[in-house]
């Protein structure tokens, strides 16, 4: 490895000098790369040298751009088998994203400052910070990929988040918690919609609030995998938008849960008027296949509410200026969040009274911690006063004797 100065002339008779760093990389190849400054040049000389000596050094003419990378992110996802969702997302993320963005950048060049730089250029286009996030996510897979293919040496995306893995506390407490009556049905709104709740989609919506099941996991639902008798559900598999049937998001996700009498008398009802279906399905559509997540929204959970004044104001009016009402709780989870409050709350407010583990087994968590950040504001706490109370009395008892 040396670093030379190189001299010479313009055609206008101008002087010129630069610095030439020359080195063989890992395959033998020959490699220049020129600085104006000599010290640019010695610094790049002893970090290549020692990415040789480890055979880990990608020349910058070797690698490639960005978006050449991503387009091999998405052949990698697409040969692991990834879900249709999944990959969506992927191209959604590097078409509109991360390519008018970047695309032309070489891997080489993206370092920590260079994403930071890049999440700002996100930010000024408009994108919303969780969208900054998950697209910085992304950038980082691409970048692993290349990685994995010697593409290139460094993952600024990685580099970046384990130097600002302190700050991960204080992101997590500006997280705003989850608020009944606002992210969660109070107990009255549930009771409402369960006496609004009319019509083939009746079954679904009391199955789904008495067993907090993901939309995806009752779509794909079996009658072999509900036992009416035992008064049970096994989750085994479950349905996405595009009605591809597959297992459980994690090996926790596939579970049984306990049903209510009420679960089990509404559907053995419902088994006698259900549509039939080859796949066998609990909650299939009027021709028997898998249900559309629209249809369940737009015919089952929204109609529930408003009929039951589960509502709020939005900004239109209607012909008479009074403002046009909508659907409260515009998705499914809201009723997941209920049913893990009422597993959570003490058996005096109305509720189950489980224990974390039970809950993080009946909602189907991959582990215990995402329990724990999603639902630890709802688990009741000890009441401290008191105990404050019953120590300072014990203490002072201890004293006088």
Not at 15 to 25: E, G, I, L, M, P
Not at 80 to 90: I, V
Not at 97 to 111: F, Y
Not at 329 to 339: C, D, E, P
Request: glycine fraction near 8%; hydrophobic fraction near 40%.
């Amino acid at each position: 490895m040396s670093v030379r100065k190189r001299e010479w002339t313009t055609p206008k008779g101008e002087q010129k000098s630069a610095w030439v760093a020359t080195y063989f990389d890992v395959q033998g190849v020959k490699r220049q790369k020129t600085f104006q400054k000599k010290k640019d040049g010695d610094r790049f000389a002893a970090t290549a040298s020692m990415e040789v000596q480890a055979g880990v050094h990608v020349a910058d003419s070797a690698t490639i751009t960005i978006e050449a990378a991503g387009k091999l992110w998405l052949k990698s996802g697409d040969a692991a088998g990834l879900e249709r969702t999944t990959m969506d997302q992927r191209r959604q993320h590097l078409n509109l994203h991360i390519i008018p963005t970047a695309g032309t950048v070489k891997l080489t060049k993206v370092t920590a400052p260079w994403v930071r730089a890049f999440q700002d250029d996100l930010r000024e286009r408009g994108r919303s910070a969780a969208m900054v996030k998950r697209v910085t996510v992304s950038l980082g897979s691409i970048l692993a990929d290349a990685q994995g293919r010697g593409l290139v040496v460094r993952n600024a995306v990685h580099e970046l988040s384990r130097a600002r893995s302190g700050t991960k506390a204080s992101e997590k407490r500006a997280k705003a918690k989850l608020r009944v009556g606002v992210d969660i049905p109070t107990n009255g709104e549930i009771r409402a919609i369960l006496d609004a709740a009319a019509g083939r989609y009746r079954p679904l919506l009391i199955t789904m609030i008495f067993t907090g099941l993901r939309a995806s996991e009752a779509r794909g639902l079996r009658w072999e995998d509900v036992d009416l008798k035992r008064g049970v559900l096994d989750v085994r598999q479950r349905a996405d938008r595009y009605g591809t049937v597959g297992m459980p998001k994690s090996e926790a996700g596939q579970r049984t849960i306990p049903l209510p009498p009420m679960v089990v008398n509404t559907l053995k009802e419902w088994k006698l008027a259900c549509p039939t279906s080859k796949m066998g399905l609990v909650f299939p559509n009027q021709a028997g296949n898998i249900e559309f997540h629209n249809n369940m929204l737009h015919r089952g959970l929204w109609p529930a509410q408003v009929a039951a004044g589960v509502t709020r104001a939005t900004s239109e009016r209607d012909e008479e200026g009074k403002p046009v009402m909508a659907p409260k709780y515009t998705g499914f989870h809201a009723l997941r969040h209920w049913y893990a409050s009422w597993c959570i709350n003490r058996k005096s407010d109305g509720g189950l009274e489980l224990t974390a583990k039970a809950v993080q087994s009946r909602m189907g968590h991959s582990s215990i911690q995402v329990t724990f950040d999603t639902y630890a504001s709802l688990f009741p706490t000890t009441d401290e006063a008191a105990e404050m109370a019953a120590a300072e009395n014990a203490l002072f008892a201890i004293n006088a004797t």
